[in-house]
């Protein structure tokens, strides 16, 4: 759950749970909820379909940082791996596994802000798939 914070292995290294989210929140999410929005602006949405994007974009950041922080942790054995784990790095919070379920969980929330969208919705849903599934 996010705001627990579980130091697994860490050694005091990492933000607390909150600035984690204040971080993963405007450095990832924002921007992708603001692409959204705009997107649905320049395509002339009304302001249901604007927010129902947004919210598309504000998932699918938060499962897209969650993944970068998986791809960017240490992987044993690997010579060119980092040593730690950024203190700003959702893996301070949580175990990888936990990290994988929040990750899904948002991009199951990004496609179902999908729904009653008109038109293709499909291109939206393969996307936030794909980013979710970027880590095999």
């Known amino acids: 759950r996010q705001g627990v914070l579980h130091r697994r292995g860490h050694r005091g290294l ?10 993963h929140q405007h450095k990832t999410a924002d921007l992708f909820r603001a692409a959204l929005r705009m997107g649905a602006i320049g395509g002339d949405a009304d ?20 993944v970068d922080d998986l791809l960017d942790a240490p992987r ?6 980092p ?14 596994a936990e990290a994988r379920c ?4 948002h991009t199951k ?8 969208l008109p038109g293709p919705t499909e291109p ?13």
């Open 14 to 23: 990492g933000a607390d749970a909150a600035t984690v989210a204040f971080v």
């Open 47 to 66: 302001e249901a379909r604007v927010e129902q994007l947004g919210r598309f974009g504000n998932h699918l950041g938060l499962a897209f940082q969650i």
């Open 76 to 81: 044993p054995g690997a010579a060119d791996a």
């Open 83 to 96: 040593r730690t784990v950024s203190e700003l790095s959702c893996l301070n919070l949580w175990s990888p």
């Open 102 to 105: 929040h990750a899904e969980r």
């Open 109 to 116: 929330d990004a496609i179902g802000a999908l729904t009653g």
């Open 124 to 136: 939206l849903r393969h996307l936030a798939e794909r980013l979710a599934t970027r880590l095999t």
